[in-house]
Each structure stands twice: as structure tokens, then as C-alpha cells.
């Protein structure tokens, strides 16, 4: 839609001629005769984008129009025209918001480019509004993805932070998020129109650093062909972030501490001091006292940003949120497409059972290299990395921080006669596919332990050998849900000290084996009749590795 400009003018002549010039650079034009006919006008146009009026007319004068649009829609720009040429008049125009002023007799190039110019500065303000509008949106406390209790106390702590001037150190393993929370910290202060200015100060070189914090006059050194700020001075008014602290060198310790004492700095070949106010948020994934201890840390700077600490958790230690936040990367990252995708239930499996040392960080990497190898719209199990596909063949990379798990017995052998052959003698294979039969196995499980325990989850999920944020996790997708006939048989058949992985396991490997045996140990032939793709089905026979002969394809 093109931009609709009001003219107003009591002499109608000048409203001819100034709406065909501008209709013939393509505006939209609507015209009034006075400042109370322009305000009713504005009033039944809210897409009015400039009001261009004259100075002086009977009923309702230019500089009255412009008080109330001004009060009613400030970011409309509004252009004075008058006859006298006034000092006086336009420096009051001026001061009461007027974008600009022109003096008839005007030129008409003069006019159009003057039209143009408040337009482009308007539009560049709505925009600069609405991109700080979405920075805070984005950058809210409940954009910090989890509702788990350890973030919960996270967003309350944040609540009490941000709205102080209170230096803040952020403390966390790498990739759990201590840029966004910094970012939080930021957009929802008093500070959040000023500059968020980053500094990783693992990423620069000792004398590259103090440069960059405080800024450098010409000739300062070698290369200072010109004078530059330094990030302390660009944040002024805002928040400056200074990751990985810990990497800094004794020298740039110093002038940090002097500049958080004094709130100033001075810039590198300079004896001249600057005031700055820019509140420091610092984050490292090192321990600060050990740092102190070995001498490679300032006592007294870790107090001064020490203010008020707060710790990210590592993502092993809010699992909870797991699902929260793979289907926030699985939104954010199939954003240009049309197509919707979801979790195979053995890649569900396999993302619920790993460690994630990489937090965060490492699931989002994952999720999105899924959605780059996806066939089709089902992320499977070949699709994830090789570490993660291989991880139930390993133990926890840090199991003293994950909760206690009961040790797993002995599996019995498939093809044993028991409780697997007894369920396919009733379901043979090629009558139920193995995805349907290990989702229905593992409700079937699920509702019983919960039978069994009052429906208390906790003593459920010990029942099944399961920490209980997975126990949650998995009963999630089954509790709103009428109960699958399937997962009843299995309620019946399944021993009563069944494990669930374990019993997963022993399923899967029957099944398999018996598809083998059918298909002559035609990998296709087996896939196509327990419902896999080809792939799927390599990968599940290269678990068991006594499958692994019976294969001829």
C-alpha cells in the first residue's frame, strides 16, 4: 500500500497543486482546509502516514493540528508549510515535534525530497521500535526454554537481578546458555534501550583485549592509524557482557578492576579519563576460587563482579525439559519449511538416554542435523550423530550427576520359549510392526508399574529400573490417551520384576531374529515385515551382535 499523505491548506489552490506532484510520485493524497477539518480527517484515517500543513489558517492553525496528531499518534511525521518565513514559528514547530519546515514559495523538487526524507525517518524509527519490541520478546525470561524446578528458580532470581544496577557473574558448563541469560538480564532492566556490547575474552589475545575494553588513541601502537572507542564506552548506558572471564590476563584484570571501581577507563595512549556507565554481567565455565587460588584470578575483581552469582544448570541435571526444548529447536530450525517433523520413538529413546556434555548447545547441533539428513518427515535413529546412536553401549559420560539407577540383571535369551514367543504366537511377525509392538510394550509396562504403585511416579519409575523425569517423560505420550488392546496383552504377559529397557530390548531382539529366520536372512525382506526401513533395520541388528550373522543381504 503506498503511503497516504494529508494535505492541509485553507487556500485550495495550493491543495491542487501540491496533491497531483504528489500523486504523481506515487502517494496516496487527502486534503482539508483547516486544522479542525485535518484532525477529524486524521481521525477516520488511522493509515495517515505524514500530515504536511501549512502554518496559519482560520480554524485550527498549523501548530495546533500538530499537538494533537502529535498527542494522538507521535510517530506520524508532520511537515509545517508557512508563507512568512518565520524564524520564530518554525523554531516553535520544531520544538513541538515538526519534522521539518518549508518556506512558500517553494520549489517542487525541494517539496518531494523534504516528503520523502520525514517518511524514511519515520519508517526507520517504527522499525528500530518494533526490532526492540522483538529483542525483548525474544530475549524475556520465558525465552529461556524449561519449566523444570531448577529453571523455574532461575527466572526467579532473574526477576529479582535485572532490574538493579548490580554486577552480575554468571557461572555454568560450556553451551548451557549463559549468553541468553545475560541477554535476559539485559532486555528486562531499565537498560534495555541502551547497547548489549559482547566481548569474548577467551577469543583475543591479552593486547587485543585491553584494545578492545578500552578503546585506543591514534598512534597509539603499530597499526592505530585512528582514534577508536573501546566496547566500555559503546555500552555506555547499556550492559557489557564479558565471556569467559576466566581467559583474562592479570594486565586487563587490573584495568577492569579500576574501571569497575572509578566507572571510568582510559582509553590505550591516553592519560585522559572516561566516564562510563555500563552495568558488567561476566560468565565462565572455570571455578573462579581455583583460578584465585593458583594465582591466575584477582581476589578483589571476582568480589567486585561477584555481586550476585547465578549458576546454569547443566542440561543432565534438568532432563525435564528435554522435550521443551527439542521442540523449540524443531520449530526454530524447520522455520522455511512447510512440512511438520517429529522423533522416531527409538531416536526419542536415544536423545532421553544420553548425557548431553555439550548441553544445550550439543541438542540443538543434533536437532538441527537431523532436519538437514531427515528422510522424509520422521527424524530416525540414523540421523543422529554416531556418539549418540552407540550410547547404550556405553555408560554416562558423568554418572555421579545423574540419579541413581538400579543395576540391570542379566537379560534372558531371546527364543527361549518365554513371554516374547507366547505374544508372537498370537501377533505374528508380519501382523504387527515393531515400532507398534515396543510402543505398546512400554505403555503396557508404564500402566502397570503405576497399578502397582497407587500412582505414585516415583516409586513406579524405581519399579521399572527408570529415573523418574524419564518415567515422566515417557508416560506423557500415553496418559491422555485410552489404553492401546496391545499394551493390555503385554500388561498380562510380562514378568512381574520386568525392567523396561531390558524388556524393551528382549522384544526387539526376538522380533528380529524371527523376521531373520522368515526372510532367510534377507535384510529387505526382514525390514519390509516388522514395518523399518532398510536402515532402520541395520542399525537395530548391529546391537545384537548375534544377529548380525544371520544376515545374507
Partial sequence: MNEVILIVDDE??????????????????LSAGSGDEAYKIFLDHPETGLVLTDMTMPNGNGIE????VKALRPEVPVV???????????????????????????????LTKTVSIALEVSRLARQNKELK????????????????????????????????????LITGESGTGKELVARAIHYNSPRKDGSFVAVNCSALTQTLLESELFGYEKGAFTGASHTRPGRFELAHGGTLFLDEIGEMGGNAQVKLLRALQERSIERVGSGVSISVDARVVAATNR?????????????????????????????????????????????????????????????KRLLFAHSWPGNVRELENVIERGLVLVTGNVIQPDDLPLEIRELSKRPPADPASLSRVPERTEKPKAGNGGWPEKFLEAHPIG????????????????????????GVQARAADLLGLKRNVFKYKWDKFESGAPDPLALEFEELLPRDAKLTETLELLEETMLRM?????????????????????HMLYKVKKYPDLKKALND
Fill in 12 to 29: 485550495p489552490n495550493y491543495q491542487l497543486v501540491i496533491g497531483q506532484m504528489l500523486l504523481a510520485e506515487g502517494y496516496e493524497v
Fill in 287 to 347: 571455578d573462579l576460587k581455583e583460578e584465585i587460588a593458583a594465582g591466575r584470578f584477582r581476589e578483589d575483581l571476582f568480589y567486585r563482579l561477584n555481586v550476585v552469582r547465578i549458576n546454569v544448570p547443566p542440561l543432565r541435571e534438568r532432563m525435564e525439559d528435554l522435550p521443551l526444548l527439542i521442540e523449540h529447536f524443531m520449530r526454530k530450525h524447520s522455520q522455511d519449511s512447510s512440512q511438520e517433523y517429529a522423533l522416531d520413538p527409538e531416536t
Fill in 133 to 168: 519490541e522483538e529483542l525483548v520478546k525474544r530475549h524475556g525470561f520465558h525465552s529461556l526454554v524449561g519449566k523444570s524446578k531448577a529453571m523455574r528458580e532461575l527466572y526467579q532470581l532473574l526477576e529479582k537481578v535485572s532490574p538493579t544496577r548490580a554486577n552480575v
Fill in 515 to 535: 523376521a531373520l529366520d522368515k526372510s532367510d536372512g534377507k535384510q529387505s525382506d526382514a525390514a519390509l515385515a516388522l514395518g523399518l526401513k532398510r536402515n
Fill in 80 to 110: 509545517m508549510l508557512t508563507a512568512h518565513g518565520t524564524v520564530e514559528l518554525a523554531v516553535k514547530a520544531m520544538k513541538r515535534g515538526a519534522s521539518d519546515y518549508l518556506t512558500k514559495p517553494y520549489k517542487n523538487d525541494e
Fill in 65 to 68: 493540528l500538530l499537538e494533537k
Fill in 431 to 454: 501382523t504387527v510392526a515393531l515400532p507398534k509392538a515396543l510402543m505398546a510394550l512400554e505403555e503396557g509396562l508404564l500402566r502397570r508399574s503405576l497399578d502397582r504403585e497407587e
